[in-house]
């Protein structure tokens, strides 16, 4: 029998986590529950195994139900196939040392990476069934932005540039679902998800990101509840749990504690059929960079506009943020809050909300000794569903403006930045300005294999002679046939 590396209590002291390709069993309940099968806590990105027992009652919890557990450190910042390799090993190791199969618990992107062990690297001889905890299976959004052209430099210098968030893009998690949901070894385990869509109030770790994704639907912070579901899983809750929340075992363990029993089990019958997103809609515009000293973005707000969101994210948290509305009133950005949203962690950001905001031009003014910046803004406005991105199979960005009666448009012009990376690897980028009246769309240039992140900067006026920006960020795959995966 081979015997575990580390005993840890079960008030999670004198533990030391972090090494990948540790695992460690959890101390052995008084009163063994043998009708429960051994539970495996799996971690997400930039994480480590302590996240159940420190500052978490779920290991407080599951000892109590008498239930035998097992916790492995990954690679924090690897992506799904190094991930998926390194676990597999390690869940042999464990179905030898409890002489059973196991329930894997997995948080976040800890989701994919055992999917990527049950499917491609056969662990699903070693596994009852998956519970999966917000875990991005259609991709993050979060991801997409890192990677884009306005936040990929402050993404870069606080270090959230790596393979876990590159592969974590929506181009390429839809390359990774398409490589696994036909695989023979897909329906081997059964997959059931839980996701949240809480994500607090202004100063809590994951605001900003809750705000930055609300137009993608319900989330958690840091990752949609459509983006948490597979057509083949079963959806066990959602819940109004931020992305933290959702791995307590205070919030979610009487939901999971049926699933963590021995008896056989079958995949759900129930099909969960996602909408077509192939059209992005446009709330959002960003900018950012580096600058010493001083730096001044200017950004224009259309009529009809309800309400707007500034925020400002930076490396720093000395820098002074003054927004100047187009009457000359100035308004000074007070609050610093940390972000978590563990894509853009180590960041900080200064929001404010204003509601009617006066048609015109807006300013924001920066000063600090240095700053590694993004700013971001988003709109409350009827013109957000009137422009949108649409991606076609063969290689062609297109801007596609609608008329309904809602808006109409003057003139519109847009900027298409495509930043192509080759495993994780930026190879070149190509900047193609159109004229949506006279070219509707451009094509991408096949450089190979791999992600393309497109960012689409669109200025214009709308018959009423109102100016707007607006700024669409997505990632598509480009497979080794050519063809996209979007």
Sequence with gaps: MISSQFQADPFGKNTSPGTPGQWYEGSLPPIENEKKSPVVFIHGLNSSSSIWWEENDMYAIAYAHGIKTAFIDLYPAKDMWENGELLTRKLKEIHQHFEEKLVVVAHSKGGIDTQAALVHFGAYRYVHRLIALSS????????????????GWLAGIIGSKNEATYSLQTGYMKYFQEETDDHPYVLKTPIYTLAGKGWGTFGSPLYWGG????????????????SSRLRYSKELNVGDWNHFEIQQGSFIF????????????RISDEIHIFEDNALLPADTFLRGGSYQGEAEEIFHVEGGVAQLGVNWMSDRRTSTIII????????????IADDASTLLKGSYYQFLEIKNPIEGEWRV??????ENYLLTVQFDSPLNNEIKLGLEN???????????????????????????YENGRQISRQVEWVDVKNSPSINLS??????????????????????FNRTIVTSVYVDANGRLLK
């Design 254 to 265: 009487e939901i999971i504690d049926e699933y963590l029993y021995k008896f056989d089990d």
């Design 446 to 467: 096949a450089l190979g294999e791999g992600v393309y992140n497109i960012t689409v900067d669109v200025e214009g006026k709308t018959l009423n002679n109102h100016p």
């Design 324 to 335: 100047t509305a187009p009457d000359g009133k100035e308004t000074l950005l007070m609050n």
């Design 394 to 420: 063969d290689l062609e960005v297109s801007l596609a403006s609608f008329a309904t009666g809602i808006v109409e448009f003057k003139e519109i012009k847009s900027t298409i930045r495509t930043e192509y």
């Design 365 to 370: 003014k920066a000063s600090s000794e240095r």
């Design 211 to 226: 705000v930055y994704l609300k137009s993608y639907g319900q989330n958690d912070g840091a990752v949609t509840v459509e």
């Design 136 to 151: 991005p299976y259609q991709g993050a959004q979060l991801a997409d932005l890192a990677y884009s052209t306005w936040a």
